[in-house]
């Protein structure tokens, strides 16, 4: 009676915890401007959540992400277009990537 009444349980809870297992990917790579150059300080953010962060000296990122569901990074640097690229991964999935941003047209008005 205990063991069956054990084994209820857990088959009852196995779905629970399996969903409380967060999985993660990894996103790592350069940005680069229209000349092959890294740029540092770029904004790399996971769209709709407040999780990014800021390419180094040599343009490089790498960013933890979620598994198992499609998500978009956004690439952004001022004086730059901004970037969105979409993505896919499984759990521990690694994805390398090279972005190049190209600069911004932007023309500023005269102040009167």
Do not use: C, H
Not at 41 to 46: E, L, M, N, T
Not at 67 to 94: H, K, P
Request: aromatic share 8%.
């Amino acid at each position: 009676m205990f063991r069956t009444i054990t084994t209820v349980l857990l088959l009852a809870l196995l779905p629970v915890w399996a969903m409380a297992q967060r999985k993660y990917a990894t996103v790592s790579g350069k940005v680069l401007d229209e000349n092959e150059n890294p740029l540092a300080g770029v904004s790399v953010v996971i769209l709709g959540k407040n999780t990014g962060v800021i390419t180094n000296d040599s343009g490089r990122f790498s960013l933890q992400v979620p598994a198992d569901r499609a998500f978009a990074l956004v690439f952004s640097y001022t004086g730059y277009q901004t970037e969105q690229r979409n993505f896919f991964l499984i759990a521990n999935e690694e994805e390398r990537i090279v972005v190049r941003l190209e600069r911004g047209i932007q023309q500023l008005q005269e102040v009167t």
